[in-house]
C-alpha cells in the first residue's frame, strides 16, 4: 500500500472511530467472532446432551456444570456481539447520526464485559 493510500485509511478510520461507527475490519471480526460463537455453542450443546441425555450423568456433575457455564457465557457473548453488529447495520441502514452519538460500539461491549463480569462475580459469591 502505497504511503498516500496509508495516510488516507488512517484518516478514513480516524473519522469513523470519532463519529462511533465501526470500521470494515472490526465488522468483520464481530461477524468472525459470532461464526466462531456459534460453533462453540452446538458443540457444547451436543456435548451437554451426550452427557445428560445419553450418558444418563447425574445432572449436579461437575463437568456438566461446567459445561453449561461455558455455554451461557458463549450465548451472552454472541447477543453482546450481534447486538453491537445490528446497532452498526441501523446506523448504516438509516443514516442516524444521533444514535452514532450515544452508542459508540467498542464502549458498548466493554461496557456489556464489565456487566457481565460484575454479574458472573457476584453470582460466585453467592455460592
Not at 3 to 12: Q, V
Not at 30 to 36: F, G, I, K, T
Not at 61 to 84: G, H, P, Y
Not at 101 to 111: H, K, M, N, Q
Request: charged share 30%; aromatic share 6%; glycine share 2%.
Amino acid at each position: 500500500m502505497s504511503r498516500k493510500k496509508a495516510k488516507a485509511y488512517r484518516i478514513r478510520c480516524l473519522n469513523e472511530r470519532a463519529t462511533g461507527v465501526l470500521t470494515a475490519w472490526e465488522v468483520q471480526t464481530l461477524r468472525a467472532q459470532v461464526r466462531s460463537n456459534s460453533t462453540i455453542i452446538e458443540r457444547l450443546i451436543r456435548a451437554i446432551d451426550l452427557l445428560a441425555n445419553r450418558e444418563r450423568v447425574p445432572k449436579d456433575a461437575t463437568s456438566l456444570i461446567q459445561f453449561r457455564n461455558r455455554l451461557a457465557v458463549a450465548m451472552a457473548e454472541n447477543d453482546t456481539f450481534r447486538k453491537v453488529l445490528w446497532r452498526h447495520c441501523e446506523q448504516e441502514a438509516y443514516g442516524i447520526q444521533e444514535l452514532a452519538r450515544g452508542l459508540d460500539p467498542i464502549a458498548f461491549l466493554v461496557r456489556r464485559i464489565r456487566s457481565r463480569e460484575r454479574a458472573m462475580m457476584a453470582q460466585t459469591a453467592m455460592k
